[in-house]
């Protein structure tokens, strides 16, 4: 620059050259010292335009949607969820894909759907399932984009080499004061690296098989919520008991015991300061641990609670009746967190673009897919839910349905089998054990999905339009179990 200068400004007759060469030099000195501050001026402006995005996400476990004030239940207490509802989006159609704890958590974290990602049934013990080699998680998605990442309560994933983790503590699931504390630690770390954290709590999961099986039970920093069994709706797809009501309310307990956990991380996020550059997200793993819920595909399995807030939405309060799945919140994650990866496409989509939207176009169905609860519960599932029609493709049907060993232990389906009793809920015990390889519901006028109509033939056309659909879709994601199966043709 000092030679641009003095060509630029030729010396001067009777001015002596030195007197030049130092104005020149003070003059350079001033141009730098102006594009310092120019450059410094955009620095803070870019740092107050593009903040740090944090992520929250917090699972309860074994949760319906029904069960939950924010979508209409009258008994059950949940006023951090419905707040964290009032103020964010809360999705009228949310989907876990698969009714089992671990490979849910796989989709979760993976945005691809469990015939892909390679965990087909639980991790732990004799399980001993993972997600394939070629496989990612969005904790190592992000910690490639500088974030940390934690996970406080429930892990539940397998290998952990592929899920890196900055922050774990797993020790005392089931202690939310203490879950809380270890959500301080984490997010008060003097770190100026972004986030993930997730809170994955371990209720309302039964706590045991014996007896009622569910429960709080009281300690010197919180008084369980009491529920009076007479006072529980029983859902349509059991059967109204004393027995149902008596583990019901105990349920329900849990329930109010992990949104208690939910305020005391929320005031966490809070006091950090991160709340207004935070995405968070509430979700239930899957549906409860009950028969026809758990390891099914059916709503009650499926169906789950879906509550997300973000800085600047433009509708708080709003009901999302877009039809989301847990293959959507990968993909979200990324999007709110700038992070690209290209390794392979996800079977879901970002939820952004249409969270201030009530009824956007183009989010009218969701793909789903099961394998196995427990390695002894092998009973592969696909399905394609319409908002009307829901077809379920049971690619073993030649084989009784398996229950979970969560559920075929537990007192309401071992009673039923011991009085010799014909039905569970709506449904016959044969047609619950006895599956036909498609079953097509119209959820409109069978909410509960009782009424097979995949040999009426009425119906015929929206089944064989489902089939195609479900088919294509699936040969686009590489479904192995296509090698060897066919929902229209008998099984291998």
Same mark, same amino acid.
């Given at each position: 620059?000092?030679?641009?200068?003095?060509?630029?400004?030729?010396?001067?007759?009777?001015?002596?050259?030195?007197?030049?060469?130092?104005?020149?030099?003070?003059?350079?000195?001033?141009?730098?010292?102006?594009?310092?501050?120019?450059?410094?001026?955009?620095?803070?402006? #870019?740092?107050? %335009? @593009?903040?740090?995005?944090?992520? !929250?996400?917090?699972? +309860?476990?074994?949760?319906?949607? =029904?069960?939950?004030?924010?979508?209409?239940?009258?008994?059950?207490?949940?006023?951090?969820?419905?707040?964290?509802?009032?103020?964010?989006?809360?999705?009228?159609?949310?989907?876990?894909?698969?009714?089992?704890?671990?490979?849910?958590?796989?989709?979760?974290?993976?945005?691809?759907?469990?015939?892909?990602?390679?965990?087909?049934?639980?991790?732990?013990?004799?399980?001993?399932?993972?997600?394939?080699?070629?496989?990612?998680?969005?904790?190592?998605?992000?910690?490639?984009?500088?974030?940390?990442?934690?996970?406080?309560?429930?892990?539940?994933?397998?290998?952990?080499?592929?899920?890196?983790?900055?922050?774990?503590?797993?020790?005392?699931?089931?202690?939310? #004061?203490?879950? %809380? @504390?270890?959500?301080?630690?984490? !997010?008060?770390?003097? +770190?100026?690296?972004?986030?993930? =954290?997730?809170?994955?709590?371990?209720?309302?999961?039964?706590?045991?098989?014996?007896?009622?099986?569910?429960?709080?039970?009281?300690?010197?920093?919180?008084?369980?919520?009491?529920?009076?069994?007479?006072?529980?709706?029983?859902?349509?797809?059991?059967?109204?008991?004393?027995?149902?009501?008596?583990?019901?309310?105990?349920?329900?307990?849990?329930?109010?015991?992990?949104?208690?956990?939910?305020?005391?991380?929320?005031?966490?996020?809070?006091?950090?300061?991160?709340?207004?550059?935070?995405?968070?997200?509430?979700?239930?793993?899957?549906?409860?641990?009950?028969?026809?819920?758990?390891?099914?595909?059916?709503?009650?399995?499926?169906?789950?609670?879906?509550?997300?807030?973000?800085?600047?939405?433009?509708?708080?309060? !709003?009901?999302?009746?877009?039809?989301?799945?847990?293959?959507?919140?990968?993909?979200?994650?990324?999007?709110?967190?700038?992070?690209?990866?290209?390794?392979?496409?996800?079977?879901?989509?970002?939820?952004?673009?249409?969270?201030?939207?009530?009824?956007?176009?183009?989010?009218?169905?969701?793909?789903?897919?099961?394998?196995?609860?427990?390695?002894?519960?092998?009973?592969?599932?696909?399905?394609?839910?319409?908002?009307?029609?829901?077809?379920?493709?049971?690619?073993?049907?030649?084989?009784?349905?398996?229950?979970?060993?969560?559920?075929?232990?537990?007192?309401?389906?071992?009673?039923?089998?011991?009085?010799?009793?014909?039905?569970?809920?709506?449904?016959?015990?044969?047609?619950?054990?006895?599956?036909?390889?498609?079953?097509?519901?119209?959820?409109?006028?069978?909410?509960?999905?009782?009424?097979?109509?995949?040999?009426?033939?009425?119906?015929?056309?929206?089944?064989?339009?489902?089939?195609?659909?479900?088919?294509?879709?699936?040969?686009?994601?590489?479904?192995?179990?296509?090698?060897?199966?066919?929902?229209?043709?008998?099984?291998?």
């Amino acid at each position: 620059m000092r030679g641009w200068l003095m060509f630029a400004w030729p010396s001067v007759p009777g001015i002596p050259s030195s007197f030049m060469m130092n104005l020149t030099e003070k003059l350079m000195r001033k141009i730098q010292l102006f594009w310092l501050v120019v450059f410094a001026v955009a620095g803070l402006h #870019a740092s107050f %335009a @593009a903040p740090k995005k944090n992520v !929250l996400l917090i699972i +309860s476990d074994n949760q319906t949607w =029904l069960d939950t004030g924010c979508y209409g239940n009258p008994v059950v207490k949940t006023p951090n969820i419905d707040r964290l509802a009032a103020d964010g989006v809360r999705f009228e159609h949310a989907f876990a894909t698969v009714a089992s704890c671990g490979p849910s958590r796989a989709v979760i974290y993976t945005g691809l759907l469990t015939h892909r990602n390679g965990m087909y049934a639980h991790p732990h013990r004799e399980h001993n399932q993972q997600i394939r080699d070629d496989v990612f998680s969005v904790f190592g998605m992000l910690k490639e984009n500088g974030y940390r990442t934690g996970l406080i309560g429930k892990n539940h994933t397998k290998p952990a080499e592929k899920y890196p983790l900055d922050f774990e503590t797993k020790g005392h699931r089931r202690n939310k #004061a203490k879950m %809380a @504390a270890d959500a301080r630690r984490f !997010l008060t770390e003097d +770190s100026a690296d972004p986030f993930l =954290l997730v809170m994955a709590y371990s209720d309302p999961h039964p706590i045991g098989i014996e007896g009622v099986a569910w429960g709080v039970k009281p300690t010197k920093n919180y008084t369980p919520v009491d529920y009076d069994p007479a006072d529980i709706p029983v859902p349509g797809f059991l059967p109204d008991t004393e027995e149902v009501r008596e583990g019901m309310a105990g349920y329900y307990q849990q329930i109010s015991y992990m949104d208690h956990g939910v305020g005391m991380v929320l005031d966490e996020l809070e006091k950090a300061g991160h709340r207004d550059e935070t995405l968070i997200i509430f979700i239930s793993d899957h549906g409860t641990s009950e028969p026809g819920a758990m390891g099914n595909q059916y709503d009650p399995g499926l169906r789950v609670p879906f509550v997300v807030w973000r800085p600047g939405l433009k509708n708080p309060g !709003l009901v999302n009746k877009a039809m989301v799945a847990f293959t959507d919140i990968t993909p979200t994650i990324l999007d709110w967190t700038g992070t690209s990866f290209d390794k392979y496409p996800f079977h879901g989509r970002s939820i952004l673009p249409v969270l201030d939207q009530k009824n956007p176009e183009g989010w009218d169905d969701v793909l789903t897919s099961s394998v196995g609860h427990d390695i002894f519960a092998f009973y592969p599932m696909r399905t394609l839910r319409e908002r009307r029609f829901k077809l379920i493709w049971n690619v073993n049907y030649h084989d009784e349905y398996p229950l979970p060993i969560d559920t075929v232990q537990r007192r309401i389906w071992a009673g039923i089998r011991e009085r010799g009793e014909p039905k569970i809920g709506p449904r016959t015990i044969e047609d619950f054990l006895h599956r036909p390889q498609l079953e097509l519901y119209d959820l409109q006028n069978d909410p509960w999905e009782v009424s097979n109509l995949a040999s009426d033939p009425d119906h015929a056309g929206t089944r064989d339009r489902m089939v195609k659909e479900l088919v294509a879709r699936l040969e686009e994601q590489q479904d192995p179990w296509l090698r060897n199966y066919h929902p229209t043709k008998p099984g291998q």
